[in-house]
């Protein structure tokens, strides 16, 4: 879903994908959801970026 919204609004330099903050990460469409979905997904993050960590220490 991101690489399509990449390839649609910010397009390409030569042959590789460009990718702004402005026109790709701030407006990357996230459909409404409850709070409760919210709060699943930061869990949910939180514990792969925690994972991430400890690999990086190993």
């Given at each position: 879903?991101?690489?399509?919204q ?42 792969i ?10």
């Amino acid at each position: 879903m991101h690489m399509t919204q990449i390839k649609a609004v910010e397009g390409k330099l030569k042959t590789h994908l460009r990718c702004s903050n402005y026109l790709c990460f701030n407006t990357f469409l996230i459909p409404p959801m409850s709070k409760g979905k919210q709060n699943e997904i930061e869990h949910i993050s939180l514990n792969i970026l925690g994972v991430r960590e400890e690999e990086w220490e190993l």
